[in-house]
């Protein structure tokens, strides 16, 4: 069993940033692919970002490359989501996820993830 706990969310105007962060239970992290997803009210849950357990291979969304940078410290069993240049369309609940065994690999889609955080809300205001 993986718990994962997100923190970092917020309100900030148009512009700015939030830093986002996943903290995973259990001793082997480092095994783990993980990803960010978003939902917004009414929507889908969308994949933001994604990276390998080591660390090698990142993906991200077209809606949000070049803004979100997505980075993990497998010593403190930590992944972040640095997101800046926000915008309104970036209101949403963001949730991080472990894919079990994706050491090398960094998945899209959100039911290939084993294990989900409760979610944090970023709210980014006009």
């Known amino acids: 069993q993986v718990q994962l706990v997100e923190t970092g969310g917020g309100l900030v105007q148009a512009g700015g940033s939030l830093r986002l962060s996943c903290a995973a239970s259990g001793r082997t992290f480092s095994s783990y692919a993980m990803g960010w997803f978003r939902q917004a009210p009414g929507k889908e849950r969308e994949f933001v970002a994604a990276?390998?357990?080591?660390?090698?291979?990142?993906v991200y969304a077209d809606a949000v490359k070049g803004r979100f940078t997505i980075s993990r410290v497998n010593a403190k069993n930590t992944v972040y989501l640095q997101t800046n240049s926000l915008q309104p369309e970036d209101t949403a609940v963001y949730y991080c996820a472990a894919d079990i065994g994706g050491f090398v690999r960094a998945r899209t889609y959100h039911y290939e993830y084993d294990y989900w955080g409760q979610g944090t809300q970023v709210t980014v205001s006009s």
């Open positions: 990276i390998s357990g080591n660390g090698a291979r990142t």
